[in-house]
């Protein structure tokens, strides 16, 4: 069985920045991609940053240059910066780890419970 376990989360004013911490914990043997996805109040679930732990890595366009995203496949961890946050980056924040378990040949998505960042003006 695999946990994700997210932290970092937290109120900030339109400017500041943040740093989101996840790890997953369990029978790993590898770590296809870990990524952080964020739903804002009656909004769909959107990608905001993916990376393979090989340096590959995928931004929003909402995003890119302001967030930085890295994953280390061998601690199979992945943190998000997040600079020069605005109130649009409001939501919560969830952390998917996209796994090959135990002995499976494929791999499976697991997803952290979430963790709130709200941004004010």
């Known amino acids: 069985q695999v946990r994700v376990v997210e932290s970092g989360g937290g109120f900030v004013q339109a400017g500041e920045s943040l740093r989101l911490s996840c790890t997953a914990i369990?029978?790993?043997?590898?770590?296809?991609?870990m990524g952080w996805y964020r739903q804002a109040p009656g909004k769909q679930r959107e990608l905001v940053a993916i990376?393979?732990?090989?340096?590959?890595?995928n931004y929003a366009d909402s995003v890119r240059g302001r967030f930085f995203i890295s994953v280390d496949g061998g601690r199979i961890t992945a943190d998000l910066q997040m600079n020069s946050l605005t109130p649009e980056d409001t939501g919560v924040y969830y952390c998917?780890?996209?796994?090959?378990?135990?002995?499976?040949?494929?791999?499976?998505?697991?997803w952290g419970q979430g963790t709130q960042v709200t941004v004010s003006s």
């Open positions: 369990g029978n790993i043997f590898s770590v296809n991609t």
């Open positions: 998917n780890a996209n796994l090959r378990v135990g002995d499976k040949a494929w791999t499976y998505d697991y």
């Open positions: 990376g393979d732990g090989g340096g590959a890595t």
